[in-house]
């Protein structure tokens, strides 16, 4: 604990130089207080932050185990990083007894870097994806703990006084700058979590279901339910079997599946095909199904998937292959065009009405909309009546 005046007389410099890890540690609680609320900008606004090639922020951050209570983890992360950047300027700030604020702040960042961890385990184990800002926010926080525990050297230093407070102030200002021109960016930006809407716009009803397309459900729909998937992305694996179990509750409404294998998932592509390579056999969903179960990752497990089904590994020249592989294909095409970089991406589509991309979990509140439901044979019975 800091003794008395004397301990200032080698001014603020010599100051500056006692706290060096604290003040680190300020510099990245506000990074990590950027990363963490750019991410809750995009929940809010319902939009999507740029994320490398495979697209794979937009798959965690809206996967259910992303979510506390609810509340995205994202959220969590900017009161932890307020707090966190609070008691380290506290302590940086004051001659505290015991240093009870960086006691605090060690804690917190302990827990910090456990969530991060935990949160990072749960996106390659269980999602199958990565996000690099959440990687971001925990690299951070393993800094934030690393210097919380370089700065317990420092409790013979002196206090910063009210400069700090200024610095804070600076620090802020450059953090919220920053948030506001993300946030305009995303605000103004033509990308949602889903897609690009112009492009959704001007794609007919013909190109989003093909007449191969495989589909089930109500044979003659008011309203269809086109879902890009990826046969080894674990949010798929648990939306298509309960949008196929819904679909009797639902008549009037047709389920289509079209392939966005994620590039930076291993042997993806390969899985589509092999499924659309049985489809002609009936045993398309079978294929899907048993993928979801198995994730096939390796070239062993592709073959093993066809040869279960009784069709022929997707590296085969045969003809069935061939057309299977021109399908997927064209599938990717398309979803590269409406800007889908991640997967479940689901479009409602009926005559008449915009085509337009709806969260996943809204799926059935969006088709009771009185705009749609009015299109589904029960409303249009009672309509008569």
């Known amino acids: 604990m800091y003794s ?12 500056v130089g006692g706290r060096k890890f604290g003040l680190i540690n300020l510099a990245l609680g506000f990074v990590g ?58 302590d940086l700030a004051y001659a505290l007894p015991v240093r009870w604020a960086w006691r605090l702040g060690y804690v917190g960042s302990v827990f910090g870097v456990g969530a991060s961890v935990a949160l990072t385990l749960i996106s390659v184990l269980r999602i199958h994806a990565l996000c690099l800002w959440c990687i ?87 309203v269809w339910v086109v879902v890009f998937g990826d046969l080894t992305c674990g949010s798929c694996a648990r939306l298509l079997p309960e949008l196929r179990s819904a679909l009797r509750l ?14 930076q998932h291993p042997f993806s592509k390969e899985a589509s095909i092999v499924a659309e390579t049985a489809a002609p056999a009936g045993r398309f969903w079978d294929v899907v199904y048993r993928a979801f179960d198995t994730g096939p990752h390796t070239r062993e497990d592709i073959e093993e998937l066809a040869t279960r089904f009784g069709v ?31 997967t479940p991406t689901v479009i409602l589509v009926a005559n008449g009405i915009a085509s337009r991309f709806v969260q996943p979990d809204l799926v059935w509140p969006t088709v009771a909309l009185p705009e749609y439901a009015r299109l589904l044979p029960s409303v249009a019975k009672s309509a008569r009546r």
């Open 312 to 342: 022929r590994a997707p590296w085969d020249h045969s003809p069935a292959v061939r057309g299977a592989t021109s399908r997927v294909e064209r599938d990717v095409t398309l979803s590269d065009r409406l800007g889908i970089v991640s």
């Open 136 to 222: 971001g926010s925990a690299i951070t926080m393993c800094l934030m703990l690393g210097m919380f525990a370089l700065s317990s050297c420092e409790a013979a230093a002196p206090p910063l006084g009210r400069r700090v407070w200024g610095l804070a102030g600076v620090l802020g200002l450059l953090a919220v700058g920053g948030l506001g021109l993300v946030g305009q960016q995303l605000a103004g930006a033509p990308m949602n979590v889903e897609g690009s809407r112009t492009a959704l716009a001007a794609t007919s009803n013909e190109l989003l279901i093909p007449s191969d397309a495989q589909q089930l459900g109500d044979p003659a729909p008011g």
């Open 250 to 263: 639902h008549p009037g409404v047709r389920l289509v599946f079209r392939h966005h294998p994620i590039r």
């Open 33 to 90: 207080l950027f990363i963490a609320g750019s991410l809750s900008l995009q929940h809010g606004l319902n939009a999507r932050l740029p994320c490398g090639p495979d697209g794979g922020c937009g798959e965690v951050t809206n996967h259910p185990l992303s979510y506390v209570f609810g509340i995205p983890i994202a959220n969590y992360g900017v009161v932890g990083y307020l707090a966190l950047i609070g008691l380290t300027t506290l």
């Open 4 to 15: 008395g005046p004397s301990r200032w007389s080698g001014g603020y410099k010599q100051a």
